[in-house]
């Protein structure tokens, strides 16, 4: 039960971390829109986040358990991750 509370506040952190980051990933994509051809900005920044919080989820539980984490333990950083969605969502997309 430690291990899930540890990978919960470590996805909780980095989340609140990449949120932080949104405006400066917004200014990046309009600065170089020219290159990347990005059509929807806050889809592009909720896809980084998420990609963001689902890799260091899974860093964080090789770690802790000192090996490669099992598909089980992947579908439970993803299950813990994915609840998470609708905060996300608001979060990024509640200024538009």
Known sequence: MVEDEQLQTMITQTIELAITQKDAYLKEIETSNDILKIKDK???????????????????????KQGQPTPEDQIKIRDMVYKTVPQIRERIFGDE
């Open 42 to 64: 806050n889809e592009f920044v909720f896809g980084l986040i998420m990609g963001q919080v689902l890799g260091l989820g899974i860093a964080a539980l090789t770690q802790i």
